[in-house]
């Protein structure tokens, strides 16, 4: 009946789709939703906004922007401003990585994509993270970026 | 009879077998429910698929529940049994499989309107970063095989056993398994930047899942209102009731037939006509009909 139905037809359908995901599957997987590693790496630059950082903080951050430039091969273009502000640009793709200080439960979390931290510290109740930060959906380009800091911690970086 | 204990004779395998299947589909809906658990990360696709699945738990456990009361003989505080605990757990079943839909579709629209872009990060295993997409497509892959195998084996069941709670569930389970895949292909998409797709597919699959917890629904309201006994795929009067019928009208010309279903079982009564001396609802002739023992009682009121 109507289940048998469905079922057969379903059956028939995926090993159909999976021959499609099969043959789109050339070229690199995960991809970004809005294409911000292609156009990083093709376009030789990318915007990083610095959020509110602390004088200590700074160094750390330099450090995880070079290894970026390195690992795209493309030149960063930093600008300073507050998180919030950062924050929103990046959602509206005016930049394309953002590294600030956000607590572990951070209402932003939902909306972008937080990194692991570089660092952590204690600020009363709360645990912050210097942490680098992307447009949800950017998946390659997160995938990069988390292997970066992982790669820093492992080289020694705090 | 529904008033005594246990259930009919003829029924009796078939309710045991039903009972087992019930219970090994809560046992494999747990299992899968943890492993999407495990695998969903941050993911609210994966999310949605998740509670659905925990949704899908409530009819296995409506029958496991009922089928405990409906064993039950009639006693001093109800007369008839507990024929109707059945169709009790069947609106509940059918109040859930309504939902699911709901629930999809609206976190489909949502996601659609809001223009969500899904991230899912890697994982580092022995120094490889591994896309957790990978874990997430397992997880949805092995969600999709116990719905479709169980869901399989309850529709025969449901046929013979006349239970639309386990037919419900039977549409659970295709629900659940629809998502699964639905959900695969929207993480599967995803890894191609295509963000709208999960939302697109889960929307589609929705409308027919809401479309099956409507026709359930209004069958399950009926039977606790006293209507006609529903066939579930849209009839008006199921092929057991229009045999009673007919047989009746043939016995008793002339008076009216009125039938309601408590359960899986229908009830009659014919208004205007005395019971026969010696009436015996064993003897009376019923031409095609399947389950003999589904015609509880026939009441009179001359």
């Known amino acids: 009946m109507l289940w048998g139905e469905n079922r057969r037809a379903s059956a028939l359908r995926f090993p159909a789709i999976l021959v499609c995901l099969a043959l789109a599957a050339c070229g690199p997987y995960p991809r970004d939703v809005s294409g911000t590693l292609d156009d990083i790496e093709q376009g030789g630059r990318f915007r990083v906004g610095l959020a509110d950082l602390r004088a ?103 | 009879m529904s008033e005594g204990r246990g259930h009919p004779r003829p029924i009796r395998a078939d309710m045991k077998a039903a009972v087992r299947l019930e219970w090994w589909n809560v046992f494999w809906t747990l299992t899968y429910v ?119 084996k309850e529709l025969p069941l449901s046929n013979r056993l006349r239970d639309k709670l386990i037919h419900t569930d039977a549409l659970m389970n295709k629900a659940n398994w629809q998502t699964g895949v639905a959900g695969f292909l929207g993480v599967a998409l995803l890894g191609f930047g295509w963000w709208w797709a999960d939302a697109v597919a889960a929307a589609l699959i929705s409308l027919g899942i809401i479309w099956d917890g409507w026709q359930s629904l209004k069958v399950a309201i009926a039977e606790l209102i006293d209507g006609v006994p529903h066939d579930l795929e849209g009839g008006l009067r199921e092929k057991d009731a229009r045999a009673i019928e007919k047989a009746l009208k043939a016995q008793f010309p002339g008076a009216r037939v009125l039938l309601r279903e408590t359960g899986r079982y229908i009830r009659a009564e014919v208004v205007g006509a005395a019971a026969p001396k010696g009436f015996d609802i064993d003897k009376l002739p019923i031409d095609n009909l399947e389950c003999r023992w589904r015609l509880d009682s026939v009441a009179f009121r001359p």
């Open chain 2, 34 to 152: 943890a492993a999407l658990g495990l695998a969903m990360g941050s993911s609210q696709a994966m999310r949605t698929a998740w509670i659905e699945d925990m949704l899908g738990l409530i009819p296995p456990l409506a029958f496991i529940i009922g089928e405990r009361f409906e064993r039950r003989a009639a006693n001093k505080r109800f007369h008839y049994g507990y024929d109707r605990v059945n169709g009790l757990g069947f609106l509940v079943a059918a109040v859930a499989l309504a939902a699911v839909g709901l629930f999809l579709l609206k976190d489909a629209v949502t996601s659609l309107i809001a223009q969500e872009h899904v991230t899912v990060g890697t994982i580092r295993i022995m120094g490889h970063d591994v896309w957790l997409g990978w874990f997430m497509l397992a997880a949805q892959a092995y969600a999709c095989i116990p719905p479709a195998i169980i869901g399989h």
């Open chain 1, 56 to 158: 200590e903080d700074g160094p750390a951050a330099q450090a995880f922007v070079r290894r970026v430039e390195q690992a795209t091969g493309a030149k960063a273009e930093i600008e300073a401003g507050h998180l919030e502000g950062q924050l929103a640009r990046l959602e509206e793709g005016q930049l394309d990585l953002v590294i600030g200080e956000l607590a572990e439960d951070t209402p932003w979390a939902p909306s972008v994509a937080i990194v692991e931290p570089l660092s952590k510290r204690r600020e009363g109740k709360r645990v912050l993270g210097l942490s680098p930060v992307a447009a949800n959906g950017e998946n390659r380009w997160v995938a990069l970026l988390e292997r970066e800091v992982r790669d820093s911690a492992g080289e020694g970086g705090s």
